[in-house]
């Protein structure tokens, strides 16, 4: 009988056998492969800590005892274990569960997270808080070895060693970024540490030493050196040592046992205990094991074990974090935005050796692994430091390089002192290519690239630009390479739109394109939704109403000419982003009729309709085209709220509003 389903929490560990937990963990891990070759997930990362969860679930008791997720996409097998078995196969879908902890969703959740490198704080502060009011509960988070080498772990760490905070670390080393000494005398070490007659002899022997005469804290400090280079040179853990944070090390993370024994025993020493536990990701799964980074998200590449078929994710055209950006085209869907930037990108650095590609620790998600590929000595991965990215950026661009900075815009929200301060501020040609812009999809609230372009509009010197298809991306590229000035150029996770291929040209900045002339009102938009606007003004003209169509390009500067131009005469002008509404790039054509009205007449019964993401919830997860039709984002949506937009106006085909006399 299967262990899994019968399981009401995770209190109901405790009563299971070493051979029943054996078992269970091969329950949860084929639950996790079957489930994620329907709907993708983070698969490898997940699969590599099973047996972590069990023994953390076993040991601790949540939700009394809490248990962070750092960075969260490691998280599958806590929600099987916390009573979610019967809903897991709604992960990541509209209205199920999602892709990361999610305090909504169970009492044992701690934290909605999705960006690597915060765990470290959110423990020290709950094991803070729990200090001051003099509380019970055991905190422990789990972060994995590419989070830990994050800025803000390292300040966070820095302040756990100085205040000496109680509190478990559990170190998930992959080997994805650590590759520590292991040896005999590294794990006798560790089980010295663990020793209570060990620590009580230490505080024993420092306390005699120090009384000796004269020569009591020379004598003392010689001896605490001679422990710290003996453990230096056995284990991989002086830093954590030398922050005052007692370091275990390195525990086999497929072993029930000596994750028991020794997380246990860790919980029982005081102040902050880091337990280095060296997992395989995608244990179980043999694809995954061997596809480390393939398989961090898996929507690609395909599943091709017979023994867990795969139903292509509808709409979706990779993985939101590492798979393969420039994967082939499959069952005729063209190429992602993604992969025809890192092409041109390639192409472009053939005639200019000055380019320099950048990314933090995504160069297969950003498709800069076929830059590195093709030019190795001009591509840095700097890991999960997207601050580091910017500045190193800056420096180059200094040094008369042109630095290529791809990151995902949610990831890119990190960095914002960074473009602001060092990038704008010195006014260096650092592009910044900002990766899934928009809506993301499954990964839900964390992911979603909806607040860049406002906090980009208020910077100086700073170019935004986006294309309406993968053609003009290529170009705006080009264009961003020629130019002297910070660029941001923002591209979706989509599929290109397979417009014909063209030579990509550079073009005029801040210079937009009129696709449509039309009569009664006008369309802006700006990015790829250009073509859900074309759309919507087909079915509006079927009523018809007669559209006038502008691709902007840019939101800034804005092509406020083109704008005020078309607009003029019109009784309705609507703009479209796929980004929040809120100080967006409708708000920027809105201020430029606004200021128009002053000195002109004719624009003061012009109506302007923001048609974009709502700027007062955050998008939760969910397939790409359910978010759009949801938020009414998709051609029929947003012909809708026209309609509604115009019947609020009484407004009816024929010009709408005549030009009135200037004075």
């Known amino acids: 009988m299967a262990i899994l389903p019968t399981l009401q929490g995770p209190g109901d560990l405790r009563g299971l056998s070493e051979a029943q937990l054996v078992e269970l963990a091969a329950e949860i891990r084929q639950t996790i492969i079957s489930t994620v070759a329907r709907?993708?997930?983070?698969?490898?990362?997940?699969?590599?800590?099973?047996?972590?969860?069990?023994?953390?679930?076993?040991?601790?008791?949540?939700?009394?005892?809490?248990?962070?997720?750092?960075?969260?996409?490691?998280?599958?097998?806590?929600?099987?274990?916390?009573?979610?078995?019967?809903?897991?196969?709604?992960?990541?879908?509209l209205g199920g569960i999602g892709g990361f902890p999610r305090r909504a969703e169970s009492e044992h959740d701690v934290f909605d997270g999705g960006h690597a490198g915060t765990g470290l704080s959110i423990a020290q502060g709950l094991a803070t808080a729990r200090d001051q009011r003099h509380g019970l509960e055991r905190i422990a988070v789990v972060v994995g070895d590419a989070a830990l080498m994050s800025g803000l772990s390292l300040e966070a760490l820095n302040d756990i060693g100085h205040r000496g905070t109680q509190l478990l670390i559990v170190l998930n080393d992959n080997e994805m970024s650590i590759s520590p000494t292991v040896g005999a005398l590294s794990k006798y070490l560790s089980t010295i540490k663990l020793s209570s007659t060990w620590r009580r002899s230490k505080r024993t022997f420092d306390e005699v030493v120090s009384r000796i005469p004269i020569t009591g804290s020379l004598a003392l400090e010689l001896s605490q050196r001679l422990r710290r280079s003996v453990v230096n040179f056995a284990q991989p853990g002086q830093l954590f040592e030398d922050l005052g944070i007692t370091y275990i090390g390195v525990v086999p993370g497929h072993n029930l046992r000596a994750l028991d024994h020794t997380l246990r025993a860790a919980l029982e020493l005081d102040g902050p205990v880091l337990v280095h536990v060296r997992t395989r990701k995608?244990?179980?799964?043999?694809?995954?094991?061997?596809?480390?980074?393939?398989?961090?998200?898996?929507?690609?590449?395909?599943?091709?074990?017979?023994?867990?078929?795969?139903?292509?994710?509808?709409?979706?055209?990779?993985?939101?974090?590492?798979?393969?950006?420039?994967?082939?085209?499959?069952?005729?869907?063209?190429?992602?935005?993604?992969?025809?930037?890192?092409?041109?990108?390639?192409?472009?650095?053939?005639?200019?050796?000055?380019?320099?590609?950048?990314?933090?620790?995504?160069?297969?998600?950003?498709?800069?692994?076929?830059?590195?590929?093709?030019?190795?000595?001009?591509?840095?991965?700097?890991?999960?430091?997207?601050?580091?990215?910017?500045?190193?950026?800056?420096?180059?661009?200094?040094?008369?390089?042109?630095?290529?900075?791809?990151?995902?815009?949610?990831?890119?929200?990190?960095?914002?002192?960074?473009?602001?301060?060092?990038?704008?501020?010195n006014d260096q040609p650092v592009l910044l290519a900002v990766d899934r812009a928009g809506l993301v999809g499954e990964d839900g609230t964390s992911h979603q690239g909806m607040f860049t372009i406002p906090a980009q509009r208020q910077l100086p010197n700073l170019v935004i630009a986006s294309p309406k298809d993968e053609q003009e991306l290529r170009s705006l590229l080009r264009t961003a390479l020629a130019q002297d000035h910070p660029f941001a150029l923002h591209y979706p996770r989509d599929p290109g739109l397979d417009v014909p291929p063209v030579e990509p040209r550079v073009l005029p900045v801040g210079q937009g394109e009129v696709l449509r002339e039309g009569h009664?009102?006008?369309?802006?938009?700006?990015?790829?939704?250009?073509?859900?606007?074309?759309?919507?003004?087909?079915?509006?003209?079927?009523?018809?109403?007669?559209?006038?169509?502008?691709?902007?390009?840019?939101?800034?500067?804005?092509?406020?000419?083109?704008?005020?131009e078309e607009a003029r005469g019109k009784r309705l002008v609507v703009?479209?982003?796929?980004?929040?509404?809120?100080?967006?790039?409708?708000?920027?054509?809105?201020?430029?009729?606004?200021?128009?009205?002053?000195?002109?007449?004719?624009?003061?019964?012009?109506?302007?309709?923001?048609?974009?993401?709502?700027?007062?919830?955050?998008?939760?997860?969910?397939?790409?085209?359910?978010?759009?039709?949801?938020?009414?984002?998709?051609?029929?949506?947003?012909?809708?709220?026209i309609r509604e937009t115009l019947a609020a106006l009484h407004a009816t085909p024929g010009r709408s509003a005549e030009p009135a006399a200037t004075g």
């Open 575 to 641: 703009t479209l982003e796929e980004s929040v509404v809120t100080g967006g790039f409708g708000t920027a054509v809105l201020e430029a009729i606004e200021e128009a009205r002053l000195a002109d007449p004719v624009y003061r019964d012009l109506a302007v309709r923001i048609i974009g993401l709502p700027g007062d919830r955050f998008v939760d997860h969910g397939a790409v085209a359910d978010l759009r039709r949801m938020l009414r984002l998709d051609a029929r949506g947003i012909t809708d709220q």
């Open 282 to 425: 995608g244990r179980g799964y043999r694809p995954a094991e061997t596809d480390q980074v393939g398989f961090h998200g898996a929507a690609l590449p395909p599943m091709t074990d017979a023994a867990v078929p795969r139903t292509p994710v509808p709409g979706e055209s990779e993985s939101d974090d590492a798979a393969p950006a420039a994967a082939a085209a499959t069952a005729g869907k063209p190429l992602n935005y993604t992969a025809h930037f890192a092409a041109e990108l390639i192409a472009a650095a053939r005639t200019d050796r000055r380019i320099v590609a950048i990314t933090a620790g995504m160069p297969t998600g950003t498709g800069l692994s076929r830059f590195q590929a093709a030019y190795p000595d001009r591509f840095i991965d700097v890991g999960i430091a997207e601050q580091h990215a910017l500045t190193l950026a800056t420096g180059l661009a200094m040094g008369g390089q042109r630095p290529v900075v791809a990151i995902y815009s949610t990831f890119l929200q990190r960095a914002f002192d960074q473009t602001v301060h060092d990038v704008c501020q």
């Open 520 to 564: 009664d009102l006008l369309i802006v938009g700006f990015g790829p939704i250009v073509g859900r606007g074309i759309e919507a003004a087909d079915a509006l003209a079927a009523e018809g109403w007669s559209v006038g169509v502008i691709n902007a390009r840019f939101a800034k500067p804005l092509d406020r000419q083109l704008i005020l």
């Open 39 to 93: 709907t993708g997930g983070h698969l490898g990362s997940s699969l590599g800590v099973v047996e972590l969860t069990i023994a953390l679930h076993r040991i601790l008791e949540s939700p009394r005892d809490r248990i962070v997720w750092d960075t969260g996409h490691q998280a599958y097998p806590h929600k099987l274990l916390t009573g979610r078995y019967e809903r897991f196969g709604t992960l990541r879908q």
